[in-house]
């Protein structure tokens, strides 16, 4: 058996299980952190993968829902978990959240496994690791965010747009020429500071293993805990030669981060998850504040909106020169 530590979404993670199991969740969140700094603070999430295919009991709980129950002590059990294949066992208690977690697959699941392991992958990342976390800092009044958030010039950019669009083709370039991120796909947010989602880059042109969408994982050379963001940015693909940048409302542009969170294939399966584990355990929403999250976020902060061209062009310090000096001269007034 093997533990490990990490830090993912604000929380403090430790991860137990076998061997083969643990390397594998690492993976998902894209390395290991580095030496000293993960052994820090004690775990406020355990996340247990255990290798026992018996059912968890389930004597004397009262049935939520199919294939979910509610046991005494803010305990729940649930079956098959986003179509993962995994069963679960999640408990809360003054020490925080504890996940265990059994390979029981019924047939349906067990075929899509060996056939499809990229989409397998992406499943149990969700499930054995990034769903746990965030649901935790759910309890602590953050919100899920598909986003990602990388300094560029001196400036900490929230970068919200949909999938596809190009943002880890954009925060890949700006970390190849010396910034720091948190994240390229998902962070938990309380308004004031944006916490990663500990995770692979996943690019068009990596190198990694196969990821969903014709992307390959790449592991982070260097990824920062948390970052404040200064300025929002919503992007979007245009038709045009060159790209335009125009400001965006408070409105419109927390409806476009609210909206881009929604429509992230990586949380589908969170919504309801979230909401059932809280129904059955009696802890915290059963609903992330994300409207109010991202509210926050834009009437603090100035929003614009980049509409790249048709084809790559420059990195994101060219294409954001002039809100990015409006960020640093307003903070230097």
């Known amino acids: 058996m093997t533990t490990a530590m990490?830090?993912?979404?604000?929380?403090?993670?430790?991860?137990?299980?076998?061997?083969?199991?643990?390397?594998?969740?690492?993976?998902?969140?894209?390395?290991?952190?580095?030496?000293?700094?993960?052994?820090?603070?004690?775990?406020?999430v355990v996340l247990a993968v255990e290798e026992s295919r018996q059912p968890f009991r389930t004597d004397g709980a009262e049935l939520i829902t199919r294939g979910v129950w509610a046991t005494p002590g803010s305990e729940v059990v649930l079956t098959n978990v986003g179509g993962s294949g995994f069963d679960q066992r999640w408990a809360v208690d003054v020490d925080g959240l504890r996940v265990a977690s059994r390979w029981r697959p019924p047939y349906q699941e067990s075929v899509?496994?060996?056939?499809?392991?990229?989409?397998?992958?992406?499943?149990?990342?969700?499930?054995?690791?990034?769903?746990?976390?965030?649901?935790?800092?759910?309890?602590?009044?953050?919100?899920?965010?598909?986003v990602s958030v990388v300094e560029v010039g001196g400036v900490v950019v929230l970068l919200a747009g949909p999938g596809g669009v190009g943002k880890s083709t954009l925060v890949a370039r700006a970390l190849a020429d010396g910034s720091r991120a948190t994240c390229d796909?998902?962070?938990?947010?309380?308004?004031m500071t944006a916490y990663g989602v500990a995770e692979p880059l996943r690019l068009l042109d990596g190198t990694g293993r196969r990821a969903l969408h014709g992307r390959r994982e790449q592991p982070w050379t260097h990824r920062v805990r948390s970052l404040p963001p200064e300025l929002v940015v919503v992007l979007r693909?245009?038709?045009?030669?060159?790209?335009?940048?125009?400001e965006l409302s408070p409105?419109?542009?927390?409806?476009?981060?609210?909206?881009?969170?929604?429509?992230?294939g990586e949380l589908r399966r969170f919504w309801s998850i979230a909401a059932l584990v809280a129904t059955a355990t009696g802890c915290g929403p059963v609903h992330p504040p994300i409207e109010e999250i991202a509210a926050r976020l834009t009437t603090r902060l100035p929003a614009v909106e980049l509409l790249l061209g048709r084809e790559p062009?420059?990195?994101?310090?060219?294409?954001l020169r002039r809100p990015l000096?409006?960020?640093?001269?307003?903070?230097?007034?």
Request: proline letters at 7%; a positive charge; glycine letters at 10%.
């Open 6 to 44: 990490l830090h993912t979404a604000g929380q403090r993670v430790a991860l137990d299980g076998p061997d083969s199991a643990v390397r594998t969740l690492l993976a998902a969140a894209g390395g290991p952190e580095r030496p000293g700094l993960a052994a820090a603070d004690p775990p406020n």
């Open 112 to 146: 899509a496994a060996r056939l499809f392991p990229a989409r397998q992958r992406a499943l149990n990342s969700q499930v054995l690791l990034h769903y746990p976390a965030l649901w935790f800092a759910m309890q602590q009044r953050f919100a899920p965010l598909h």
């Open 185 to 191: 796909n998902l962070a938990a947010c309380d308004g």
């Open 237 to 246: 693909r245009g038709t045009q030669e060159s790209p335009t940048l125009r």
């Open 251 to 264: 409105a419109e542009a927390a409806r476009r981060l609210v909206a881009g969170t929604y429509a992230a």
């Open 313 to 319: 062009g420059a990195g994101l310090t060219e294409l």
């Open 325 to 333: 000096a409006a960020v640093r001269t307003g903070r230097a007034g």
